[in-house]
């Protein structure tokens, strides 16, 4: 099944302690990104990638890091987690950039104390 | 700066009832207009996608419609059903735009009473 696969679905941190949510495509997909969702705020990207070795900043990329060393995986890295990352994260692909349609993981509700 | 909104923000219907969602948005330089569905806690089902060549996409009971003229595209759902109750997003990709992001509006939360 294609699909985008995200890691861990939920998860309690505590402020300081880095950690990694991965993601995972199975559609040979060029182009990947991360968004955050919060309430009235709506989905905000946080960071892309057009390929692997190929990454950039989105809206609201602080706080966050991302690496590209494969085509399938794309995981997001909070270094240092604060309680305003708290959030639902999601991470998307698509075949490439511009012009067709998104996939989207089931998301990762993250909170920082 | 690409701005999206959804209106109304929340939408209740009696079950069988057609209803159309709307979105607008202030650049109309857009290279795709897509609908999402958005369960709650779940992730985004991509419903369906418009080129900005296009002026319509069907599938089932839903219709999506664009005019990039005005900015507007409209989601039509055809006699309702308690399982079609989620949040309605709409999302632009921009022309252009080296980030290839997608803008998305807040949505609209649909309940469909049975």
């Known amino acids: 099944e294609a699909q985008v696969t995200q890691n861990p679905r939920y998860l309690i941190t505590v402020t300081g302690k880095k950690l990694t949510v991965t993601c995972s495509q199975n559609?040979?997909?060029?182009?990947m990104s991360w968004y955050r969702q919060d309430p009235g705020l709506g989905l905000r990207q946080i960071y892309y990638?057009?390929?692997?070795?190929?990454?950039d900043k989105g809206d609201v990329p602080e706080g966050y890091k991302v690496s590209r060393k494969e085509k399938r995986n794309f995981p997001l890295i909070l270094e240092s987690p604060s309680p305003n990352q708290t959030s639902l994260y999601f991470c998307?692909?698509?075949?490439?950039?511009?012009?067709?349609?998104?996939?989207f993981g089931s998301g990762t509700r993250l909170t920082v104390v | 700066k690409q701005e999206v909104t959804q209106i109304p923000a929340a939408l209740s219907v009696p079950e069988g009832e057609n209803l159309v969602l709307n979105c607008s948005f202030t650049d109309s330089a857009i290279y795709n207009l897509q609908w999402f569905r958005q369960d709650p806690g779940k992730g985004l089902t991509s419903l369906l996608l418009i080129q900005s060549s296009q002026r319509e996409q069907t599938s089932g009971r839903l219709n999506a419609s664009l005019d990039k003229s005005s900015g507007r595209s409209t989601l039509y759902i055809a006699a309702s059903q308690p399982g079609d109750s989620a949040t309605y997003l709409c999302?632009?990709?921009?022309?252009?735009?080296?980030?290839?992001?997608?803008?998305f509006g807040t949505g609209t939360l649909l309940a469909v009473q049975p």
């Open positions: 998307a692909s698509s075949l490439r950039p511009g012009g067709s349609g998104y996939t």
């Open positions: 990638s057009m390929n692997v070795e190929v990454t």
């Open positions: 999302a632009v990709l921009n022309y252009g735009g080296a980030t290839n992001k997608l803008i």
């Open positions: 559609m040979n997909h060029e182009y």
